[in-house]
């Protein structure tokens, strides 16, 4: 046997007990004879939860997707659940998307649940994830899981836990679980089902489901510009499939053409390099479609189909790619204005939005009345803003990460009832003779121009991780003083949760949960914004700029200077 650490070996041979099964013990002696580098990767440490839940590559070790560490992760959140509600019959939904093994680990899971006599609502077949998220509130569970690794590698898996009110879980419930899961040994899970307490579901919540998407997603679009919209959609081989076209078409979009080379799931991903929206190849098949065949707007979303990309006709009449910034801004833009034709509008609203996303979103806000939340990144903290202003309606809100959620009948980024929302801007566009392009010029010419561009640097492995701390550490030790010649002015460390003024020297706390984030400010009004991934071996850095724009015809040269100070910032932070 090659040498191997011995606090490593105890974490490994803890896994050559009875506790595992032959097949799994099997796997880790041949990790053990043949390759300790991995073996290493997959015991180094416990998977852990971050922004989405958890996620990783799926494999034998404490550091991996699989039975065992997912039938820890819900004996600990059963055990949880039991304290926290003794005297109910507690009730559960599990969703999957369609990653390779995403349904087996979900029936593990229904396993354990039922095994801890709880009643387990489990999808007969893939879904969305914003689906998980109406079954929750819909079926009146005290939580929900899907199976998930939302637009990662094909090698990855997840488990995203949600709580009673259809969002994901955040403090103090996420730290009580994980107090509750580490307490746990592998041999206290309850691994054989109690089948009388496991139901499949399936389309009658469907139904459910899309008729309130339909309804959430609509507004006063007539059927003619409706049916005159030319419509290109890619699934990207995810879960949309079961959910975006009838939805469409209920809501009255007859001109809907689907990439069939994309339409199957597939957790292979055979035609892409990346499942992500986000990237610009993953539309490439639906573009080429939509010039093939003059469509007016090409949408595609990620494996579980709660982010999407859109893709819009410029004033050239050219397929351009919006960022998640510039959708957020449309559509929150139109939703305000939806509000304020009705007369709904009257200071108790809300949109929201994240510490890295444009700030374009509170400039918008502000301009309706209406109030701008912002919180850490991910949709959980959107989720729970409404929890925490009940007194508030909640309109809608985004975050640059190609993901929106409109209103709250979900709690979660919602690609399905986003996609709609977006066939009704660009059809009331059509109609008024403009495209959503030009509505996001007009929407620069009021607001101000922003402009945003993420870099993010990929670093895999125990080394990258390592990489990515010390990188942290060193723009905290070594902050900023300058960027591309503009004074940084302020600072703000969601670590530490303080802001710090340089002009004047004063702090201030910052009052939102901790968080491994640092933004700097400078007199320019640049933003530049550091963060590690939580669900990706990525640190990232967001960088915003702006300016004012005079009118339509002045865009593209006021948008170059943006984009070349931009690529100033970068090169000055020797970010290319």
């Not at 349904?103 to 998980?132: C, H, M, W």
Request: glycine fraction near 8%; charge should be negative.
């Amino acid at each position: 046997m090659k040498h191997i650490e011995p606090q490593l070996l105890e974490r490994v041979n803890k896994w050559l007990t009875p506790a595992f099964d032959q097949e799994t013990q099997n796997q880790i002696k041949h990790l053990i004879a043949n390759n300790t580098k991995d073996l290493n990767e997959s015991f180094y440490k416990d998977l852990e939860f971050g922004t989405g839940g958890m996620r990783g590559i799926m494999g034998v070790g404490t550091n991996r997707i699989n039975k065992y560490t997912l039938g820890k992760n819900t004996q600990g959140l059963s055990n949880y659940m039991k304290s926290q509600f003794p005297s109910e019959q507690l009730k559960v939904a599990i969703a999957y998307d369609c990653r390779h093994n995403s349904k087996s680990l979900a029936k593990v899971v229904a396993d354990v649940f039922s095994a801890n006599g709880i009643q387990v609502y489990l999808f007969e077949d893939l879904r969305p994830t914003p689906e998980l998220s109406f079954a929750v509130k819909h079926l009146n569970c005290h939580c929900g899981i899907v199976l998930t690794a939302s637009h990662n590698p094909p090698e990855y898996n997840g488990y995203k836990v949600y709580w009673q009110d259809g969002g994901q879980l955040v403090p103090p419930q996420d730290a009580e679980i994980i107090s509750e899961i580490n307490r746990l040994d592998y041999s206290e899970i309850k691994f054989e089902a109690n089948n009388a307490h496991i139901e499949y579901i399936g389309q009658a919540v469907d139904t459910v489901f899309i008729d309130k998407s339909v309804k959430n997603g609509s507004f006063d679009t007539s059927a003619e510009a409706r049916a005159d919209l030319n419509v290109v959609f890619t699934s990207l081989h995810g879960t949309s499939i079961t959910a975006v076209p009838e939805t469409l078409k209920r809501a009255g979009y007859t001109n809907v053409q689907i990439v069939e080379e994309q339409r199957e799931p597939n957790g292979d991903f055979p035609t892409v390099e990346s499942p992500n929206p986000e990237e610009p190849e993953a539309l490439k098949m639906a573009m080429a479609l939509a010039q093939q065949t003059d469509g007016d707007i090409v949408i595609g979303t990620d494996p579980d189909c709660d982010r999407l990309g859109v893709v819009v006709r410029n004033l050239e009449n050219e397929l351009v790619i919006l960022n998640g910034n510039q959708t957020m801004l449309l559509m929150t833009d139109f939703l305000l204005k939806q509000w304020k034709k009705s007369g709904r509008i009257n200071g108790k609203q809300f949109v929201g939005s994240t510490i890295v996303s444009t700030p374009m979103m509170s400039v918008l806000a502000k301009a309706y009345g209406v109030d701008c939340k912002i919180g850490l990144t991910g949709f959980k903290w959107i989720a729970k803003m409404i929890k925490d202003f009940p007194e508030l309606d909640f309109i809608g809100g985004g975050e640059e990460s190609f993901g929106f959620m409109v209103g709250d009948f979900v709690r979660d980024k919602d690609a399905v009832t986003s996609t709609l929302l977006a066939c009704e801007i660009a059809a009331q566009a059509k109609a008024k003779g403009i495209t959503m392009y030009q509505a996001l010029i007009d929407l620069y010419v009021e607001h101000g121009l922003y402009k945003e561009r993420l870099i993010s640097l990929t670093k895999k492995g125990i080394e990258g991780a390592q990489e990515i701390k010390q990188m942290m550490i060193d723009a905290r030790e070594n902050p900023l003083q300058c960027v591309n010649g503009a004074k940084v002015v302020s600072i703000e460390d969601y670590q530490l949760s303080i802001k710090k003024d340089l002009v004047s020297g004063k702090e201030q706390t910052i009052d939102i949960p901790k968080s491994n984030v640092l933004i700097y400010y400078t007199e320019d009004g640049s933003k530049i914004a550091l963060r590690p991934s939580g669900t990706e071996p990525k640190i990232k850095f967001y960088i915003s700029v702006n300016t004012t724009l005079d009118n339509v015809s002045a865009f593209k040269a006021t948008e170059q200077k943006l984009e070349d100070r931009i690529d100033a910032i970068l090169k000055d932070m020797k970010l290319t």
